[in-house]
């Protein structure tokens, strides 16, 4: 099994519905999880991170981790145009390195 | 407050030369991590580094090198370039390894194209 999973998409959401994305990982001791969004020719950008059992609020977005299923996902409420992008999961395994997966392709349709 | 600067942006070389990038962090970050993208492999780690100490290394052969600096700004180095070699390559910055170590605030990224 690879550390981080993702649907690689694409993901297609009518305008103002929401959006889910979501993520799964292997189990490796103490872990904190990260949301990034890719726009096309952009570099990531830091958007949501978790790192204790439950939701996380932000705006339109909630971050989502259930450790005991190991996945954690992100909701992305009233979608935008503007939220077209991939976005990418990512999971810190301890002192270890980012781990990132290989991204969900969303484009949100007017 | 200015962010991760990453230089050159864009470059072309040919099979066999070496290329060196430079990353300069956000003031008062302490570590910086480079990956490599590509369409098909997406963001792959190369190497991060903490206080001009690698932390951590990515799954890469030995052409693929770094160091940091005691200003924190960091520099990746590939010798012997392969025509696999062209990508774009990332730099980030974030204050610490852990738990914000994963708070990632990334560059423009240096694309290099290896012909």
């Known amino acids: 099994q690879k550390e981080v999973e993702q649907n690689s998409g694409p993901l297609s959401v009518p305008e103002g519905a929401i959006a889910s994305l979501n993520c799964t990982y292997s189990d490796r001791g103490s872990q904190s999880f990260f949301w990034y969004r890719q726009y096309s020719g952009k570099s990531p950008e830091l958007i949501m991170f978790?790192?204790?059992?439950g939701d996380k609020e932000d705006g339109r977005f909630t971050a989502q981790l259930n450790k005991a299923s190991q996945y954690v996902s992100l909701l992305i409420r009233d979608s935008q145009p503007s939220d077209s992008a991939t976005y990418l999961c990512?999971?810190?395994?301890?002192?270890?390195?980012?781990?990132f997966g290989t991204g969900t392709r969303l484009t949100i349709i007017p | 407050k200015a962010g991760v600067t990453q230089t050159p942006r864009y470059l072309i070389k040919t099979r066999g030369q070496q290329v060196t990038l430079s990353c300069s962090p956000i003031?008062?970050?302490?570590?910086v991590s480079w990956y490599q993208q590509t369409p098909g492999q997406g963001l792959q780690f190369l190497f991060e580094?903490?206080?001009?100490?690698?932390?951590n290394k990515g799954n890469f052969p030995g052409r693929f090198s770094g160091r940091q600096f005691s200003n924190s700004r960091s520099e990746m180095n590939v010798s012997t370039l392969e025509l696999g070699d062209s990508a774009l390559y990332l730099c980030?910055?974030?204050?610490?390894?852990?738990?914000?170590?994963?708070?990632?605030?990334f560059g423009e990224g240096s694309r290099l194209t290896v012909l």
């Open positions: 990512a999971v810190k395994f301890g002192n270890e390195k980012l781990t």
């Open positions: 980030a910055s974030s204050l610490s390894l852990r738990p914000k170590g994963g708070e990632l605030f």
């Open positions: 003031s008062g970050h302490r570590s």
């Open positions: 978790i790192y204790s059992n």
């Open positions: 580094y903490f206080s001009e100490t690698q932390r």
